[in-house]
Structure formats: C-alpha cells, structure tokens
C-alpha cells in the first residue's frame, strides 16, 4: 500500500556531505515517515535519527552535531543531512515509515521500510 523510495547515497571523501532523500507514496489514511537507520557489514541495523510529526528529533550519539534530520510534511519527504562525513559512518542507510489504514471496520498501523541506499566514505 505504502511505499518508501530512497535516494541521494554514494561514494564521499572523509569530510564531505551527503543528503539523503526518503519519499513516501502510495494510499493510506495517514503515512508518518519518521526515521533513518543504517546497516554497515556485518553488524546490526542502528537508529540514525528520528523525527516526530512535529518536528522534535532525536540523534545517535556517533552522529550528534554532524547529521540533521528535516520532514517536508506536504511531500511526505525526510531528509538526512550528514556532514563530516566519517569512513564508519558507511552503510546501507534505510528510511523507516509507519501507516494506517481503515480495512474490516478497524484501523490498522503497519510498517514499512526502504529499499536503502549505500552511502561510502573512503579516501
């Protein structure tokens, strides 16, 4: 129902900039995407940032001060801004979204992510 579309990864020296675009489309009686995470090999999913409806963020203490998180509520758009980018800052970067629909007389909220989008820093 609800799809997430991600682009703006690639390959960066360390020290360069990146900004990540998260589109949300599709049908739904309310679509709120509402964070970033990323995956480096071999290790787990980690939360980047998260924003909420309105607006109020939360960072990952490795990013605090270099990464900003932004939402276009009438594009059904988030943004991630990195800035000084780090070689462990490489990753599959994932947008996360959570939607609801009215289906059998009942609401129903279901998840949904990204495809993701690869995001390199090396020299």
């Known amino acids: 129902q609800v799809q997430l579309v991600e682009s703006g990864g690639g390959s960066v020296q360390p020290g360069g900039s990146l900004r990540l675009s998260c589109v949300a489309s599709?049908?739904?009686?309310?679509?709120?995407?509402r964070a970033w995470y990323r995956q480096a090999p071999g290790k787990e999913r980690e939360l980047v940032a998260g924003i909420s409806r309105g607006g109020s963020t939360n960072y990952a203490d490795s990013v605090k001060g270099r990464f900003t998180i932004s939402r276009d509520n009438a594009k059904n758009t988030v943004y991630l801004q990195m800035n000084s980018l780090k070689p462990e800052d490489t990753a599959v970067y994932y947008c996360?979204?959570?939607?609801?629909?009215?289906?059998?007389?009942?609401?129903?909220?279901?998840?949904?992510w990204g495809q993701g989008t690869l995001v390199t820093v090396s020299s």
């Open positions: 599709g049908s739904a009686l309310s679509i709120n995407v």
């Open positions: 996360n979204a959570d939607y609801t629909l009215w289906e059998y007389g009942i609401y129903r909220n279901f998840d949904v």
